[in-house]
């Protein structure tokens, strides 16, 4: 048996080698280095000196960064608002307690009124910085519903296009954001209403 290249074997594993990279079903792997960061959780400043015993949006929040370091975009009495480190679009932002909590019936009346107020000022300063053709409002609630960190709820607000949905996303299954979440933030604190 020859180990030539053009050994018939050698062809016969060449074309089962090409049918296989492209059967249906199979992923294409993309390598992204700078998602390593996501993974550990490691290379977030805001969450370097969360104290033991504090959900990471805890510590963020009392971290005693300014709020354009931390992506605060807004202090209400009981919840707040920042940006999402790992964002799904561009202006992917998030609205939650002050505290831990994890289910919405542990909400005081007062955290429960005033989280959906915020949401609603999320939504605005979104359409009115961004111009989507549509927002997305959602909350998972619990690991098993896709919650990232299911001890403290959070209310994801992000602008949709009708253009967000292309190729990368549907064929490479890959993101691609165009704006820093520090330009984001900008926009959205500028147009953020008061209270």
């Not at 993974?39 to 354009?68: K, M, N």
């Not at 989280?115 to 300063?125: M, Q, S, T």
Request: aromatic letters at 10%.
């Amino acid at each position: 048996m020859s180990d030539s290249p053009h050994d018939a074997n050698s062809e016969d594993f060449a074309k089962a080698a090409d049918n296989a990279l492209h059967a249906e079903g199979f992923m294409t792997r993309m390598w992204s280095g700078w998602r390593l960061p996501y993974i550990t959780r490691s290379d977030d400043s805001r969450t370097q000196a969360v104290p033991a015993g504090l959900s990471i949006f805890e510590g963020i929040f009392r971290s005693g960064l300014p709020d354009e370091s931390s992506f605060i975009l807004w202090r209400g009495e009981t919840c707040f608002a920042l940006m999402n480190a790992f964002p799904y679009t561009t202006g992917h932002l998030m609205v939650l307690p002050q505290r831990a909590v994890a289910h919405l019936d542990a909400l005081t009346d007062h955290e429960y009124t005033e989280l959906w107020l915020g949401v609603r000022k999320a939504v605005h300063a979104l359409e009115a910085s961004f111009r989507p053709q549509g927002v997305n409002v959602g909350l998972n609630l619990g690991a098993a519903a896709g919650a990232g960190f299911p001890d403290h709820l959070h209310v994801h607000c992000l602008p949709r296009w009708a253009g967000d949905t292309n190729f990368m996303t549907t064929v490479a299954e890959t993101r691609v954001l165009p704006e820093s979440i520090a330009d984001s933030w900008t926009k959205l604190r500028a147009a953020w209403p008061s209270d």
